[in-house]
């Protein structure tokens, strides 16, 4: 039932990295826009970072220049690279994948920034 599983979320001090990955066992990624949202404690979900089907990236404002969305099509991966994080970070991070009526969300991973 769950076909996107996303991996590399614990816990980073301030100024830290971390990457981020969501696997997608379906067939046809590439045809997929792939996304990354974030959920914090007591915050509605929020768009983080985009990539299309045709590469094109779009990035939330907050992490704008911090974060890097990509994918490897060959692995059927999309990987959100974190860098320079913050607290505000702190959330669980989601994968998902759209492509027409299709809408799939991973379980997520829970990234923790904290000194």
């Known amino acids: 039932q769950v076909q996107l599983v996303e991996s590399g979320g614990g816990l980073v001090q301030p100024g830290g990295s971390l990457r981020l990955s969501c696997a997608d066992s379906?067939?046809?990624?590439?045809?997929?826009?792939m996304g990354w949202y974030r959920q914090a404690p007591g915050k509605q979900r929020e768009l983080v970072a985009i990539?299309?089907?045709?590469?094109?990236?779009n990035y939330a404002d907050s992490v704008k220049g911090r974060f890097t969305i990509s994918r490897d099509n060959a692995k059927n991966t999309v990987y959100l690279q974190m860098n320079s994080l913050k607290p505000e970070d702190t959330a669980v991070y989601y994968c998902?994948?759209?492509?027409?009526?299709?809408?799939?969300w991973g379980q997520g991973t829970l990234v923790t920034v904290s000194s």
């Open positions: 379906a067939s046809h990624f590439s045809m997929n826009d």
């Open positions: 990539i299309t089907s045709g590469g094109t990236t």
């Open positions: 998902n994948a759209k492509r027409g009526p299709l809408n799939k």
